[in-house]
Each structure stands twice: as C-alpha cells, then as structure tokens.
C-alpha cells in the first residue's frame, strides 16, 4: 500500500478527513521550503502538495503565479524541487508528498528520469495540471512502475468520457476543482460541489480531495462535510507573501493549524479509501 493510501485508510479508520496544503518549492526562498514543509506537518497537514515553479502557471492565479515567480527568481527548477523532497524525507517518513506542476518541465527532463529520480526522492504521487488523461498513459506508467500515484483532476465542466478515462489511469485520489476559474478564485458554491461529488463516487472508487476557492476555516469545514480531502493552496501561499522570513514558518502552521481544528470538528459526510 503506498503511503497516500495508507494515509487515507488511517484518516477514514478514525473518521477524519485528509487535509492537503499547497506551497511552491523555492517560495518565498529555497531554504525555507523544507521548514515550512515541515511547519505543515506540525499544523495538522496529511500530505502535502509542491508546487514546481513554471514560468506559465495556466490554471494559477495570481497569488500562485507569483509565487512561481519568486522561486523562478532563485534558480529553482525541477530537479531542486526534488532534492528538496529528499531533505524533507531525510526527517519524515510518513508524510506523503506529491509534486504538482505543469508538463514542461517533466517532458524537459524525460518521463523515465523524471519517474526515477521522484521515487529516490521520495515523492508518492505527481499531478501535472496540463496533461489530459488521454495523453497521461507513458507516464502514469512510468509513476505506476516505481509506487508513484498518478493524480488527476476533475472540474464542474469533465465529460463523462473523460471522468471513465481517469478512472483508469488514477490513483492516489482525485482532485475535484470546485470551481470553473483558476486558483485563489472566490465564487465557490458549496451546494454545486456537495452534488457533484457523489456523481464522481459512482465512478472512481478513490478518495476525493476538493481545492480552489478554500481559503479559511469555515470553508474548510463545510467541504469536509462531504469530501474526503481539503485541499487548500492560494490561501497559504498569501500568507507565506505577507510574512516575514523571521515570521512565516510560525505563521503557515498557526493557519493551518486553525483550518485543521475546523476540519476536525466537522459532522456527517462519507469517506471512501
């Protein structure tokens, strides 16, 4: 069992709901990424999401393209990211990391090396924003071969032939995007998301995360009513901008920590491992 699977078969045992944060790698700079990674963790985080920076960030707002630009700033490409992973690995075992990015970098470097250097790294799981299921078959693969998830996202717009083709090449869990916009965005209908994840659970027997749009604590809660994940990004990713380096460690674990203590308290709902 991989260590996302794991995770969720423990949090579904206790009748909790996974919490996933984003940050980009190299944000606000690169020594700071394994700290607040770890931060993360001491907020309440069960895997965390790591952004590689992009130059073209598609389906990120600005509060994540800029982030993306402040690490493109320092130099911090694909394969920092990864070493980055392994120094995190070096003083957690338990935590999954899954990278999410964008094709470019994965295609510079090569499907095999990429999958290769993610597993000695001690990455469990990559979601490339831009690859459709359709084109996502080499390297899934490649992932699969090494115990590296495959993660795919879902929208309010997916086919239903597209909804059939990540069943099949997904694992891990899904990723629903809340919303028809990009990160950060503020026009989330809970109702809309409350209805749609149960259309998915008909078809993929994986646990679903929900992101986009969930930037405090009560949202957060509301989602974990009927989700089986939170994920929240743009949200940290301010706050990480606004702090200071003295105080941005501190400050991304007492978020989260408050979104996790929301999450927890959270009634009825279903989970699915």
Avoid: C, W
Avoid at 115 to 123: D, P, R, T
Avoid at 129 to 143: I, K, T, W
Avoid at 160 to 170: H, P, S
Avoid at 257 to 273: F, K, L
């Amino acid at each position: 069992m991989s260590r996302i699977a794991a995770t969720f078969e423990r949090l579904r045992q206790r009748g909790r709901k996974a919490l996933i944060p984003f940050i980009t790698a190299g944000d606000p700079q690169p020594a700071l990424t394994v700290p607040l990674m770890r931060a993360l963790v001491r907020g309440g985080a069960d895997v965390i999401e790591l952004g590689v920076p992009f130059s073209d960030p598609m389906a990120d707002g600005p509060t994540i393209q800029r982030s993306s630009e402040r690490a493109l700033r320092h130099g911090v490409g694909l394969k920092d990211v990864l070493a980055l992973v392994a120094e995190f690995r070096r003083g957690d075992e338990a935590t999954p990391v899954v990278l999410m990015g964008y094709a470019n970098p994965v295609e510079a470097m090569g499907y095999q090396r990429f999958a290769g250097l993610a597993q000695a790294s001690g990455v469990d799981g990559v979601l490339v924003v831009d690859y459709p299921p359709e084109e996502a078959g080499p390297l899934a693969r490649e992932l699969e071969d090494r115990g590296i998830d495959a993660i795919f996202l879902l929208s309010p717009t997916t086919t239903q032939n597209r909804i059939r083709e990540v069943a099949r090449l997904a694992r891990g869990y899904i990723y629903y995007v809340s919303l028809k916009g990009v990160t950060g965005a503020s026009h989330l209908d809970l109702k809309e998301v409350a209805a749609r994840i149960p259309q998915i659970r008909s078809r993929i027997r994986l646990p679903i995360g929900v992101g986009f749009g969930i930037r405090d604590a009560a949202t957060a809660k509301a989602i974990a009513a009927f989700a089986d994940a939170v994920v929240i990004g743009s949200r940290l990713v301010q706050e990480i901008e606004t702090s200071s380096a003295e105080q941005v460690v501190d400050n991304v674990s007492r978020f989260l920590s408050g979104v996790r203590e929301a999450m927890d308290g959270a009634q009825g709902g279903r989970s699915i491992a």
